[in-house]
């Protein structure tokens, strides 16, 4: 059964930093793209971040030079370094294999003072 599971999530102060992981399994995680999602209480999920098998990420605007996004093929794990972290980043945080129907369940952070 194909999975994916979020962890790292939690309460931080602005200007703060959070890793989130996803790990997968289930499935051949090499042969997907794998994107950070994010969605905010009454807001539609947005996308934050993609990092193909290899080569340059993408990043949404909103958190280019701030996030980073990685993958380890090997373990099946894929990250989300957050740094500089706004209130306005408080949301639940997914992860998805893009392409197909596979998303995390979601882990909640929470930016405040």
């Known amino acids: 059964q194909e999975q994916l599971v979020e962890s790292g999530g939690g309460l931080v102060q602005p200007g703060g930093s959070l890793t989130l992981s996803c790990a997968a399994s289930g499935f051949t995680f090499g042969d ?4 950070w999602y994010r969605q905010a209480p009454g807001m539609e999920r947005e996308f934050v971040a993609r990092q193909w098998s290899t080569g340059v990420p993408k990043y949404s605007e909103s958190v280019k030079g701030r996030f980073t996004i990685s993958r ?11 740094n500089n972290l706004k209130p306005e980043d408080t ?3 997914y992860c998805h294999a893009w392409g197909s129907y596979i998303w995390g369940q979601g882990t909640q952070v929470t930016v405040s003072s």
């Open 32 to 35: 997907y793209p794998m994107d």
């Open 91 to 93: 949301a639940v945080y």
């Open 72 to 82: 380890d093929n090997l373990k099946n794990i894929m990250y989300l370094q957050m």
